[in-house]
């Protein structure tokens, strides 16, 4: 069975410092990973895809993620936060049929 | 850029009461999925959904619910008698039908379910 642990329920940081979300995902076949972000009150919107190729992701709003297998590891990461990247940020793995979420991470970003 | 629309927005309703919940996916996906996500908690898969059959269904989705495809644009929703527990925001999502892409699912902006 397919499974995502992010470690870390809540994660803080200041303006323009790194932001790391971790991710470890168990999966019997080659996975398709996802990470998504959701700002309060809203729906989920993709931040970035890994499916094959190559493993360094970049997506939307400077946010980029490295698929490592030897470590099942699927790290979001951006080089300097902003005020506006406060949110739920959710890890997902992708079976055919469905999307399983990790808990979420909740980033806070301090001026 | 095409988006998955849900409606309504927020829903109460007592106890008991069936309500149904509509999603209108992209127009060209083929794929579409419901999840939910209780206040403070992880966004769990409900059903899925292709070519007029559930193609899988978690263990939340017993008998209490049921899904449609009315016509060619919408998707709902149903839970027959409401449960305190149903509280949750429901999220609708649709994907396209083809490999490589499949799997990315674009999600509608939710409808909040309060149970009183």
């Known amino acids: 069975a397919q499974s995502v642990t992010q470690l870390g329920s809540h994660v803080s940081v200041s303006e323009g410092a790194l932001v790391l979300l971790r991710c470890n995902y168990s999966s019997s076949v080659p996975p398709y990973l996802f990470w998504y972000v959701q700002y309060p009150n809203q729906g989920l919107q993709l931040l970035l895809k890994y499916t094959t190729g190559a493993t360094l992701v970049k997506g939307i709003n400077g946010f980029e993620a490295e698929f490592k297998k030897s470590e099942t590891s699927f790290h979001l990461t951006k080089p300097s936060a902003h005020m506006s990247d406060a949110a739920e940020y959710f890890c997902a793995v992708s079976t055919a049929d469905k999307l399983i979420f990790g808990t979420g991470t909740r980033l806070q970003v301090f001026p | 850029e095409p988006e998955v629309t849900q409606t309504p927005s927020h829903q109460v309703t007592q106890m008991g009461q069936e309500v149904i919940l509509r999603c209108v996916p992209i127009?060209?996906?083929?794929?579409f999925y419901w999840y939910r996500q209780i206040l403070g908690q992880k966004v769990e898969f409900l059903v899925s959904?292709?070519?007029?059959?559930?193609?899988?269904k978690s263990e939340i989705f017993d008998d209490q619910f049921s899904v449609e495809r009315p016509d060619g644009s919408n998707f709902t929703l149903k839970i027959r008698s409401t449960k305190l527990e149903d509280s949750a925001m429901y999220f609708c999502?649709?994907?396209?039908?083809?490999?490589?892409?499949?799997?990315?699912?674009?999600f509608g902006p939710g409808t909040r379910l309060t149970v009183t």
């Open positions: 959904f292709y070519n007029n059959e559930i193609s899988e």
């Open positions: 127009s060209n996906h083929l794929y």
């Open positions: 999502a649709s994907s396209e039908d083809f490999s490589g892409r499949k799997y990315e699912q674009y």
